[in-house]
């Protein structure tokens, strides 16, 4: 199989970022397709996305640890096992990355990127569109230094290397010296050598503690400064500084060597950026045009590289009448954001070749762009990328079934995965909503323990509440960010549905919701008591109330429909074929 047909085919993760417990995602329906993933902020979208970036390319960009170096925080802070992480491609082939702690406790793993997925920007956040345009004109291509990853190149220069060499050999000296200091310091101190750190930090911190009795460098500044004589161990301070300064010598040789290093790869990574970003340009202004709001008065937009500085990056824009401004001067906000965003991925279209694979993650990129433009970039996106597999995060309900329904208007094989809650113990709880929720309930309720039946009807009443609570025209008290509970949601639906055919049924699964608080969402000693036949009528009425709101023709949820601004007597799915109507008040129930 070629690299360019390369598709993620599964995922397995335990214990990395916000994902405390095992969860499994499966990329493929009849063959590997697209991937939607829903649910609020803070609910474990990003952990996701960082762990197939940590998995693929062995970084997580945008994440990192105080006071490591730079290294990415990638445990889960609410367990202490290490984090396990696997992925499987199309071609069989697995992926894994393992993470092992060295002898000072630091994370360590394999950092070499996976030869087909070398190529990037393949994943887009809201933050790099925010980047983009804070950055100044005439540093701006850095930007695109950290997202390529370096393909191998030649051989170093002997000059380079010969400067390294002897900048290591410097170091290993200074780190001879620094032991026997080391050494010193730890008697001096009376402490094991052991307890002695090495890093800059951390040695700040016990010098100020144990050689100058807590003062910082300020506070005994400003002592001097007042008169006040200060009293320390002559040999401890003697030691102290001359321990700080080999360590800051040896900082700095690893600075200067990581600095060689770079300047070897800055080149070859400048001449593939600006080769790439000179070549999209009509394809930048033909997309913008046809995507934007109110962009008729645009003729094109210039890119220009390198004009200001080696790393510059700035843009000018053509008006129809000849006059030429900068983006910023006439753009809105949606539209510039459109504008960084077509940039990136026309940039990637344009960086991927023959030895890549088609990957593309969006994530939560679009929060800021209207509602009309971000459906046309869409439209633009499966049309020019059509046979790539795109994973698209979003926390809005309204965007999740836009994109479902150009993904469906586009037949692009897709899967909806939702995450209905997240707690720092379990991480996030996923449904596949291709695959139907109520199949695990009728799983459970078939063969499955009390415990089992009652938490999978409470996940599919927590996706029927999400789900109608913006459908049905119900009252609920706004809460902040949006986030609701089944406690928040149900009452509204009840007092809603119970006025339908199917009042027994919301009588029921209301006089039976007890349930969920008693087991199904959280366990306790109570829940020893709960009976089989207790659990299984519960399952038994949200299976109920499932098959009368959700439509298994269409895939859509029943929603209100309307005669020009009038509401209708009835609430139906798209095709129809699944539908409820309103009672009128005094009328007597109709039982289903």
Known sequence: MSAEALKIRHLSLENIRGISSRIELNFCAEKCCSIVLAGDNGSGKSSIIDSIEFLLQGRMHHVSSPGKGGSPQIRSLFTDSLPVAELELSNSEHVKRPVVLDEKGRIQFDRKAHDAFKAAPFIMRRSDIQQFWS?????????FFDYFVPKETGAMPESLKAQIESLEEERRELKGRREAVRRALAQHLKMELSEVPTEPKAVGSLIRDRVYNGMTDKQRRTANYKGMRLKFDKKKVDTAKEYWEIIGLINTLAKRTRAIRKSEEAPQKRSEITSILEDVSPAVTEAFKSIATNAGSVKAIRINVGKISEVSLSFQVELVNGVYTTPQAIFSEANLDLLALLIFVETTRHAFDSKDARLLILDDVLQSVDAAIRVRFLDYLLAKMSDWQLIITTHDRLWQ??????????????????????????????????????????????????QD???????????????????????VTRRPEDKYTIGDLWPGIYKVIKRTEISSIADEVNKTLYLRNMIGGHYNEWAQTLSRA??????????ALYEKVFCRKCGRWIEEVRIGAQAGRRWSCRCEGTFLSRLLVGSPSITS
């Open 135 to 143: 950055t100044p004109d005439i540093q701006r291509q850095i930007i």
């Open 401 to 450: 079934e836009q994109v479902i329904g150009m993904f469906r208007l586009h037949s692009h094989e897709h899967i909806l995965y939702e995450i209905v809650r997240w707690d720092p113990f379990q991480g996030p709880v996923l449904l596949n909503a291709n695959f139907g929720i109520e199949e695990s309930l009728r799983k459970s309720l078939s063969s499955g323990s009390v």
């Open 453 to 475: 039946i009652c938490s999978a009807a409470s996940i599919v009443l927590e996706k029927i509440a999400n789900s109608l609570s913006f459908r049905l025209p119900i009252a």
């Open 534 to 543: 207790e659990a299984s009528q519960f399952g038994d009425s949200i299976l």
